[in-house]
């Protein structure tokens, strides 16, 4: 009986044996996930350090241009108004007009209307005049002052 209790203390020893194996691999394993994690952290780190100015530098130039933009949004209100009005005026001379239709002949209304539409044109006019002026750049200036230069032409030229 002394032998069957020996086998079984050896049999119990190697079972540990083989059990403290398989934690110390499963450890080692471990430890170089950790190992090869750290790494892998401290490189995002290391590129974050580097990212992180460009992206606050991104951020400002975009809220720059987020700015810039309500400005020249600020800068269309009056034309948008005034288009309104004119809008609201003409609406209100197409009320008039109607109302007084039936009253007048086709050469009093054609009269009475003529400096609307008279005013009208002007208003064309100068939208496209200031719409005009409002493209043209310095640069331009500069390339037709240099065009007109060149074709500009004395009679002379050999």
């Known amino acids: 009986m002394e032998g069957i209790i020996y086998i079984a203390i050896l049999m ?3 079972a540990f044996a083989l059990t403290v194996g398989y934690i110390a691999l499963v450890l080692h394993r471990v430890s170089k996930t950790l190992r090869t994690m750290g790494n892998t952290l401290g490189e995002v780190g290391q590129e974050m ?3 992180t100015p460009q ?9 720059g241009m987020m700015d810039d933009i309500e400005e020249k949004m600020k800068a269309t209100d009056s034309v948008f108004a005034t288009v309104e009005n004119m ?3 003409i609406n209100t001379i197409n009320h008039v007009l109607m109302k007084n239709n039936s009253k007048l002949t086709d050469a009093e209304m054609e009269q009475k209307t003529k400096p ?3 005013g009208i044109r002007w ?3 100068a939208f496209y005049l200031f719409d005009k002026w409002k493209r ?3 640069t331009q200036n500069k390339q037709e002052e240099a065009a007109d230069v ?3 032409h004395s009679g002379r030229e050999g």
Not at 55 to 63: A, D, G, P, S, V
Request: proline share 3%; net charge negative.
């Open 12 to 14: 119990i020893s190697i």
């Open 49 to 51: 350090q580097q990212v």
């Open 55 to 63: 992206l606050t530098h991104m951020l400002q130039e975009t809220n």
């Open 87 to 89: 809008g609201n005026s």
């Open 116 to 118: 609307y539409i008279e």
């Open 123 to 125: 208003a064309e006019t």
């Open 136 to 138: 043209h750049t310095p």
């Open 150 to 152: 060149s074709n500009n």
